[in-house]
């Protein structure tokens, strides 16, 4: 197959930690379709990671805010790591992220809100540009609420109070105590910024995702030459991995590298006093799925034969 760009092999080698020639090999022979090479070169042993990299271009600021029962978290991006140092542009970071704490998750309606001068965060983010002279975005905005409890956040590496790269809100309902309650919420925030999970239980994994990975399970346990029998019990022991990798309160909590999230949360209700349920939890990393143009990618494909150029 002639078609296969080097956009395409790149994408590939990222996701997979394999090899360039491995990586269009796997693409002809599944047609260029992404996720089946992804599986393709698990399948065969070639493949170094199971899921894509997270490797991002972007720069600018995420910036969290709580307010009791509710929280909002903001990605504001620019061109240079540079701007995220500008007085200017952390401010302006701050006051989007206390809008989106008011009007709640949709970028768009937020871009409209004003502030108390009667200016738009759209023509704000406007204005900043002319100044600075650098292109900037508001991406994205989530927020979260409870009835009771506590919506906690936590900024990683904060380069100023709720700015940063990493951000993440943690949402828990309880009548509990409140400053127990901020505690609990602030320190599963901070293991939700180290463990990176992709969902809250496991009624909450994709289940299409799950149904690949069983797959790649399924092949690797035949590979192994076990027994059908044997081989699907393999396969149950490495869904059940799979869990304990991807949902937050099958994980091992990384501060005390033991217990599960969900008997840490169990354990707090005591100091706290009543019952705790971990209703939701958001976590974002600057630039994260925005992908990086790197010059020297194609000409290094460009010197292997038959790869047309992006």
């Known amino acids: 197959m002639s078609d296969i760009s080097t956009a395409d092999i790149k994408n590939l080698r990222e996701a997979t930690g394999a090899g360039m020639m491995d990586c269009k090999k796997a693409l002809v022979e599944n047609a260029n379709n992404m996720e ?20 991002v271009a972007a720069e600018g600021l995420v910036a969290a805010v709580s307010a009791g ?19 200017h542009f952390q401010n302006l970071a701050k006051s989007i992220a206390t809008a989106a704490l008011e009007q709640g998750k949709d970028v768009e309606t ?46 990683h590496s904060a380069i ?21 309650l901020e505690t609990l919420g602030k320190q599963i925030a901070m293991h939700i910024a180290a463990a990176r999970p992709e969902a809250l239980s496991i009624a909450d994994v994709d289940g299409e995702k799950l149904e690949r990975e069983r797959s790649v399970f399924k092949e690797q346990a035949i590979a192994s030459g076990k027994p059908a029998e044997i081989a699907e019990k393999m396969v149950e022991g490495r869904v059940r ?11 091992i909590y990384v501060i005390d590298n033991k217990t599960k999230i969900s008997q840490v ?20 990393r600057l630039g994260e799925g ?21």
């Open 290 to 310: 925005i992908e990086k143009q790197e010059s020297d990618f194609a000409a290094e494909v460009a010197a292997a034969s038959g790869i047309v150029a992006a």
């Open 160 to 180: 100023s109070a709720g700015l940063g790269k990493i951000a993440v809100l943690v949402a828990l309902e309880s009548k509990g105590e409140k400053a127990a």
């Open 265 to 284: 949360i169990a354990d707090a209700e005591k100091t706290a006093g009543s019952p705790i349920k971990l209703a939701g939890f958001v976590c974002y």
């Open 110 to 155: 937020l871009k409209q809100s004003k502030n108390a001068e009667g200016v738009a965060i759209a023509d704000q983010i406007a204005g900043l540009i002319g100044t600075i002279g650098e292109n900037m975005n508001l991406r994205r905005s989530s927020q979260l609420a409870v009835t009771e409890g506590v919506v906690a956040n936590y900024v």
């Open 69 to 87: 029962t509710k929280g909002a978290v903001i990605e504001l991006n620019a061109e240079t790591d540079f701007v995220a140092r500008n007085e």
């Open 36 to 55: 089946a090479a992804i599986d393709w070169l698990r399948k065969k042993g070639l493949s170094s990671a199971a899921k894509k990299s997270g490797r």
């Open 241 to 251: 991995k799979y869990y304990e990798e991807v949902v937050l309160l099958e994980q």
